[in-house]
């Protein structure tokens, strides 16, 4: 359980402001710049074209729209500052002729710049100026670049979004780092970069106390060396007023006594000092040392009550000599504990370490062209069934010909399927009809073995019957709505019936739409009367 939280800890920390807002500023992935493509296909046709052509070429515009980038199109922006208020606003940069471009933001142009130079200018209305430096422009004039100078809080929003950490296995501690990208090289770099920011991080984490220890050395450095230097130079300068003084064993006693007392306690001091920075007086390791200190102080006290017992001049080179030493003592301790932590700090090595930089993969990982697929087709099927069960739910009509003679007891005679033919007739009918062309198209006549053409014989037979308990001889053929066949039914039952011998008249009785004159091929009189033998 300790190890996996100490793992989501690591994970939480590389996704932190403090790893994630390094990588942005060291690869600069605040500035986002691309081409601008045509809509939907554009980006796609310049992929293949830079697929194709390894020359470094850029492709001509199609269609004339040579605002839109169509393969081989670069651009590379080192700097670009703006405004707090425009920070993740878009703007549109046009190339120009050799190497020069035009800044424009709202289709107002803010400057003009060349390639490889620093182009800055201030904005009325802003505090701020804005500045551009755009190191690399390859693509024909006129062509149009969308850049984008992102807040850091979107910046690192938007790198988080792309990458992905687990760890590696289970239980073993190793994190595997992930991140997508159009870009392959910039993917590559991106994730060294994290790796590298977050290796250094936890060395200057390690050696964070000894960094604080060695700088508060160094401070003091300066001091002790002032302090012996002043306290040689009073010493030499005794001696030379009052000339050599032999310092007899129990004088060298009480100095060495007093020396190693008051280094101690000036040791001590130090020490105190350096924890007051990170605890208060309550503390018991401030207590501790107080309480070192004055017993130490105790003791310096008798020991000067033992100085003072001496001639003047002894007590003067005692107390001198002492001084030196101490300082002396002081100085060399110090300069040796921080030649030691900087030897320390130099050789820390962290508790993590890159096993695997990011290399360049063999394949793209997106788009899954198997998976897009096997998705493509569950959905479409799903989508056919369901759009097949809406169709059907909103179609009111009866497909049973039961269900007209259960529910109206009205006999039904044939029951007339959908030709392919016909569909072919009609276009055919629409064709004869814009060159003017009189001829009749009539399926009963192109093909009198057509599936429909064997219900209208059908029908046929049937009405032979019905004639005979009929008081007429005359049928109405009519229907609901228009384009449900009316035409299609009356003009191939006449031929039908006309071919069994039948003497018969077609009347259209459509007197504002009549189609049956088109069918027949005949021009359309205020009344049309045919009859078809």
Sequence with gaps: MEGKIAVMAEIELIKSRMILGKTIKSLHLDVMARPQYFPVVGEAIARQFQNRNQDGSVSNPLFGLAQYAWGGEMIQVETFIVPLALEDEEFTLKTDQEGFFKLFYKDAIILEGEVGKLANKQIEGYSQSIAIFVSLLKSRPDTHFTIVRQSENQAIRQLKERISIAEKGKNTGMLELTVESSLPDTAVSILNEIANIYVQQNVDQKSAESQKTLEFLEKQLPILKDQLDAATTALNEYRTRKGSVDLNLEMQNIL??????????????????????????????????????????????????????????????????????????????????????????????????????????????????????????????????????????????????????????????????????????????????????????????????????????????????????????????????????????????????????????????????????????????????????
């Design 256 to 533: 060495k006594n007093s020396v190693e007392l008051k280094t101690q306690t000036t040791i001590l001091q130090q020490k105190r000092d350096e924890l007051r920075q990170r605890f208060t007086e309550s503390h018991p390791h401030i207590i501790a040392i107080d309480k070192q200190i004055a017993r130490l102080q105790g003791q310096i006290s008798t020991q000067d009550k033992k100085i003072e017992t001496l001639p003047e001049t002894q007590q003067a080179i005692l107390k001198l000599s002492r001084d030196v030493k101490v300082s002396t003592e002081l100085y060399t301790t110090l300069l040796n504990n921080a030649q030691t932590l900087r030897i320390a700090k130099a050789g820390t090595i962290g508790n993590v370490r890159i096993i695997d930089y990011a290399i360049l993969p063999d394949e793209p990982i997106r788009p899954r062209k198997v998976l897009i697929m096997g998705i493509a087709l569950v959905l479409g099927t799903i989508f056919g069934i369901i759009t097949a069960l809406i169709r059907k739910s909103l179609n009111r009509g009866i497909e049973d010909p039961d269900l007209i003679e259960k529910l109206l007891n009205t006999p039904v005679y044939a029951t007339i399927p959908h030709s392919k033919l016909q569909k072919v007739l009609s276009n055919k009918l629409k064709r004869n009809q814009a060159n003017s062309l009189a001829s009749p198209v009539i399926l009963a006549l192109e093909n009198k073995e057509d599936i429909a053409v064997e219900s209208l014989r059908s029908l046929r037979t049937t009405l032979h019957f019905a004639f005979l308990e009929a008081q007429n001889n005359i049928i109405m053929i009519t229907g609901p709505s228009p384009g449900i066949g009316k035409t299609f039914v009356s003009v191939n039952l006449a031929v039908v019936m006309a071919d069994a011998g039948k003497k018969l008249l077609l009347i259209d009785g459509d007197m504002r739409r009549g189609y049956i004159n088109k069918v027949l091929g005949v021009n359309r009189g205020k009344w049309f009367i045919r009859a078809y033998f």
